[in-house]
């Protein structure tokens, strides 16, 4: 067992899938958070890409985009846009995130 964790995402258009996918993380994680901040902007980029596509095919899309998010601590981080030093390893991706 090599503790790597697994993220996996998905993404809906008008509730059904266009896009999914999971990978085992290249580094070992030191907390929780740190996983949910890595799948979450592995989402975040996935997300943008779409969004990019979408726009260079001159489709508009009516309503934001939404981030489903299951952990409580990732989205208090989030909300309250400040990084503490218990995390400031992962602080790019914080930052990627929080934009």
């Given at each position: ?14 509730r ?37 596509l ?19 601590g ?26």
């Open positions: 067992m090599d503790r790597k964790s697994i993220l996996g995402f998905v993404v809906l258009l008008d059904g899938a266009i896009s999914w996918g999971s990978k085992k993380q290249t580094s070992v994680s030191l907390s929780t958070i740190e996983v949910e901040f890595i799948a979450t902007s592995t989402a975040v980029k996935e997300i943008l890409w779409h969004q990019s979408f726009s260079s095919l001159d489709m508009t899309l009516t309503s934001p985009t939404s981030l489903l998010i299951n952990n409580q990732i989205l208090d981080l989030i909300k309250s846009g400040q990084i503490n030093d218990r995390i400031k390893h992962i602080d790019i991706k914080f930052r990627h995130v929080c934009d």
